[in-house]
C-alpha cells in the first residue's frame, strides 16, 4: 500500500486523485539528412524525452500522441511548421508541459527564448529539458534555464563571427564566394568562367555608356535591342530567367568590380582570380562619368537631329522629364519635346505636354539674349536658378533618405543571413547565394549613397550671383553665332541647370549652372 494511502486513512480523509499533465514533446534537428530512414536523431530524441516522461508518470504526466517534429529547421527563429503548431496548442490550453532533449531545440534566440518563457508562464505552462535535469516550475531551474540560453546565444553568435570572417578572407584571396551569377560569367566548379557571348554584350554596355554618359539612354538602347540580366540554372536544374535592366540594376552592372577583375568587400575591393571583361582605360572613364552628375553626360550625348536642349527639359505640370520625339510626314520631319509620363501612361496622365523643338529651342536662346542686356531679367533669373538649386536639394535628401533606409534594410537582412549559415541546415547553398546579392546590393547602395552626398554638398556650395551671370552672357551673343550646332548644344549643357516647360501657362523657366557659368567666363574671357 502506497505512503500517500496511508497517510489519507491515518488523517480520516480521502486521497485526491492526480491531475493528468498533458506532455508535448517537441524535436527539432537543423539539417534534413536521414529523414527518410527508419531511426533518426528526431526519433532519438523523442525517445529519450518519452523515457522521462515516463518516470514522472507518478506525477500524473502524460505524453500527447501527436508528433511536433521540425526536421530541417534552424533554431535561430520561430518560422517553423511544427513548432507554430505546438504554440497554437499553448494558445487554445491543450498543453500543460513542453518537454525537450535540450534547451537549444527549442530556440538557439535569447531574445525569443525570454519571450516564448514569458508566454509559457502566462499560459500556465512549464518547460522542461529532460538531459539537462532542470525544470521551470523551480526558480533554480529558471535561472538555469536562462544561463544555458545566454551560452546557446553566444556560441551561435561565435559561429556567425567565424562565418563572415571565412567569407572575408575568401575574397581578400580573391576567390568568389558564391551568389546569383553576373552578366558575362559563368559559374564552373564554384569559380567564375568568362561567358564569351555574355562578355560581349557587356563590353558594348560599358561603350555605349562611354559614347553617350546617359544611363537612361543606354537603358533605352537596351530595351531597343531586348537585352536582359543574366539566365542561369540554379542548383536544383530549374532556369532562372534574366529580368529587364532598370537603371538601378544598370547602375550595378556599371560598378560591378568583378568586370575589373576584382572581387568586392563591403567597400574594398581584391584582385580577384577570375579574368576581366572590360580593360583598365575603359573601367576608369566610365566610373569617371558615373561620379559626375547626370546632366553633364547629356552634355557629351551624341545629338543626331542637332536638339539644343535635350536632357534638360522637364515638364512644368508634373515635374517629370521631357524628351525629344519625331513624326514624319512625306519629306517632312516635326521633333517636339514630349512629357515622358505622358509618353508612358497616355495622354491623360499629363495632357498637351508637348511643344515643338523649334519654338522651344528658339525661345530659349532668345531668352538668354535678352538676359545678358536686361539687369532685370539678370535679377529674375538668379532667383529662379536659386528655386531651382533649392528643389534640387529637397530632392537629393529625400532620395539619400530612401537610400539610407535601404543600406539599413540590406544591412539587417545580411545579419539574420548570416546567423542563419551559421546554423546550418535546408538550403544553406541558398543562403549562401542571397549573401552574395546582398553583398551586391550593399556595395551598389554605398555607391549610389556618394555620389548623392557629393551633388548636394555641390548643391549647398555652388552659389550663382548677378555678376557671374551678367558677365558670362555678356559674351553669349557673339560666341553662339559662331558655333556648329552640336557645339550651341554643348554649350547650353554647360551653363544652364534646366529649362522648365508649363502646358497649361506657356511659361518658360530657365536655370542655369554656377559652376557652367564661371567655366564658360572663362573660357571666354569675359569680364564683370
Known amino acids: 500500500m502506497s505512503a500517500a494511502v496511508l497517510r489519507s486513512r491515518r488523517s480520516g480523509g480521502t486521497a485526491a486523485p492526480l491531475t493528468t499533465k498533458r506532455v508535448a514533446i517537441y524535436t527539432r534537428k537543423s539539417t534534413e539528412e536521414g529523414l527518410d530512414q527508419e531511426f533518426n536523431s528526431l526519433d532519438a530524441q523523442r525517445q529519450a ?66 519571450q516564448l518563457m514569458r508566454l509559457f508562464e502566462e499560459k500556465g505552462v512549464e518547460f522542461v529539458s529532460v538531459t539537462q535535469q532542470f525544470s521551470t516550475s523551480t526558480s533554480v531551474g529558471r535561472m538555469t534555464l536562462n544561463l544555458l540560453a545566454t551560452f546557446a546565444q553566444f556560441e551561435r553568435e561565435t559561429i556567425s563571427e567565424r562565418t563572415r570572417d571565412k567569407i572575408a578572407a575568401t575574397r581578400r ?26 562578355a560581349e554584350r557587356v563590353r558594348t554596355i560599358y561603350g555605349l555608356y562611354g559614347e553617350c554618359g546617359s544611363v537612361q539612354q543606354v ?5 531597343r535591342r531586348g537585352w536582359t540580366n543574366k539566365t542561369w540554372k540554379n542548383k ?46 575603359t573601367w576608369e572613364a ?17 545629338n543626331k537631329w542637332s536638339v539644343l536642349l535635350k536632357g534638360l527639359v522637364r515638364c512644368g505640370v508634373c515635374g517629370a522629364a521631357m524628351t525629344h520625339q519625331y513624326a514624319s510626314r512625306g519629306c517632312r520631319r516635326y521633333s517636339y519635346y514630349v512629357c515622358s509620363k505622358q509618353q508612358k501612361e497616355g495622354a491623360a496622365a499629363c495632357p498637351r505636354s508637348r511643344i515643338a523643338v523649334g519654338k522651344l529651342d528658339s525661345f530659349v536662346v532668345e531668352r538668354i539674349r535678352a538676359i545678358g542686356c536686361d539687369p532685370d531679367l539678370v535679377a529674375q533669373a538668379v532667383r529662379a536658378t536659386r528655386r531651382g538649386h533649392e528643389q534640387r536639394r529637397t530632392e537629393v535628401t529625400a532620395e539619400l533618405r530612401y537610400v539610407d533606409l535601404e543600406r539599413r534594410r540590406i544591412v539587417g537582412e545580411r545579419k539574420n543571413l548570416v546567423t542563419a549559415i551559421a546554423d546550418g541546415g535546408a538550403g544553406t547553398g541558398s543562403l549562401v547565394q542571397r549573401l552574395g546579392e546582398l553583398d551586391a546590393l550593399l556595395a551598389d547602395v554605398a555607391t549610389r549613397g556618394d555620389q548623392l552626398r557629393a551633388n548636394l554638398i555641390a548643391t549647398q556650395t555652388d552659389t550663382v550671383d548677378e555678376a557671374d551671370l551678367r558677365a558670362a552672357l555678356g559674351s553669349f551673343v557673339p560666341v553662339w553665332d559662331q558655333l556648329f550646332p552640336c557645339e550651341r548644344a554643348r554649350m547650353l549643357g554647360l551653363i544652364l541647370a534646366g529649362v522648365s516647360f508649363d502646358a497649361r501657362t506657356l511659361e518658360v523657366n530657365v536655370t542655369f549652372r554656377p559652376s557652367g557659368l564661371r567655366a564658360f567666363k572663362s573660357n571666354t574671357g569675359a569680364a564683370p
Do not use: C
Open 49 to 114: 524525452v518519452e523515457a522521462y516522461i515516463q518516470s514522472q508518470r507518478g506525477q500524473g504526466w502524460a505524453a500527447l500522441p501527436e508528433r511536433y517534429d521540425d526536421g530541417g529547421f534552424t533554431g535561430a527563429n520561430t518560422a517553423r511548421p511544427a513548432f507554430q503548431r505546438l504554440l497554437n496548442e499553448v494558445n487554445a490550453g491543450s498543453v500543460d508541459v513542453i518537454a525537450v532533449y535540450k534547451i537549444d531545440r527549442l530556440s538557439r534566440s535569447l531574445l525569443d527564448f525570454t
Open 173 to 198: 584571396r580573391g576567390l568568389w564566394t558564391g551568389g546569383r551569377p553576373v552578366l558575362g560569367y559563368d559559374v564552373v566548379d564554384k569559380k567564375l568562367v568568362v561567358n564569351p557571348s555574355e
Open 219 to 223: 537603358l533605352d538602347e537596351m530595351r
Open 236 to 281: 536544383a536544374g530549374k532556369h532562372v530567367h534574366g529580368k529587364a535592366f532598370d537603371k538601378f540594376s544598370l547602375r550595378r552592372l556599371l560598378t560591378n568590380p568583378l568586370y575589373r577583375g576584382r572581387i568586392p568587400l563591403g567597400r574594398e575591393a581584391y584582385d580577384g582570380a577570375h579574368e576581366a571583361i572590360v580593360d583598365a582605360a
Open 286 to 302: 566610365v566610373q569617371g562619368k558615373l561620379k559626375t552628375p547626370a546632366r553633364d553626360g547629356a552634355v557629351a550625348a551624341r
